[in-house]
């Protein structure tokens, strides 16, 4: 753990998780043949100022590309989090992560946490060893965030915008603008260290953190919630493998949930929505998300699948886990 020498203040922690902000390439013109993960948090720190009136200081919680995420670092992660948070003089945490599972990183965090303090996420397009890489201006620009007094609730700053948990997804393969916050918009812009806000912060102080972040940092086992797409020639083949599975005494193998990943209003290819049926009256949770980029499934009565709403397909596997989490393990 690093504790520059900075004048006493508020502190702001900033937690290493990994990415492409840490990722390192052979040559400064490469920003494709890099290695995510690599560049200690405390190094990227070392040539970003402090927020005035704070003291940085800067702890290795994971080291790896996002795309490997897995919950052993999300429970990690809340825990740390959780901690700093509660230290009076903590104004926030900012938290640097590979773009690829940010976005559920962060939808995890605001619904374990919902932090009164802010919690913000950060990232880069481009490795630490890029010629002109962005990491640092978000890194500065996640540091104003997490530094704005009032700021509250997990957000996701990037490219100088600043996204709340809930709506913000990757949408750009390439550009360093590449995050977005669909119909919702964004919180606000952050503008030579100044924080614009137009909306509200994820969550006013004292929000409730469901399900408890004592229940999430005990848990030796998650739920398992797999994701199936609804698509033209789409079949439920895969949905009866995984509950013939699951019920198979000779090969025991659990499955919680399914998130359908549907067309449009949630809508589900007929022969993917009787599997689904049949696994849902077999006892598996499941639920339905739009494949979407934008808008919500405005729900219907007769729908015999219930709905996430506005929520992405992986969100909404997020959101059901920890619903199957707060309920307690099954009989
Ligand atoms: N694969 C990288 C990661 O998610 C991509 C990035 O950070 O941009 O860690």
Redesign the pocket.
Known sequence: MLETSKPAGRRVVVLGT????A?RARAAGDNLGYT??EVGVAELLADVEAPPGTILLAEQVAQI???DMEFAVWQRLAQRCDAWLAQPDVAGVVVTH????LEETAFFLQSVLAPGKPVVLT???RPATSLSPDGPQNVRDALAVAATPGASGVTVVCAGVIHGAHDVQKVHTYRLDAFASGDAGPIGYVEEGAVRCVRNWPSAPGGRAYPAIDLIAGLAQWPRVEIVTSHAGARGTLVDILVSEHLSASTPSRLDGLVAAATGNGTLHHALEAALLRAQAAGIAVVRATRCAEGRILAHPSAGLRDAGDLTPVKARVALMLELIAAGPRS
């Open positions: 990994g990415g492409t902000i990722g995510a993960g590309d996002s795309k590979g773009t690829d599972t990232c880069a397009m």
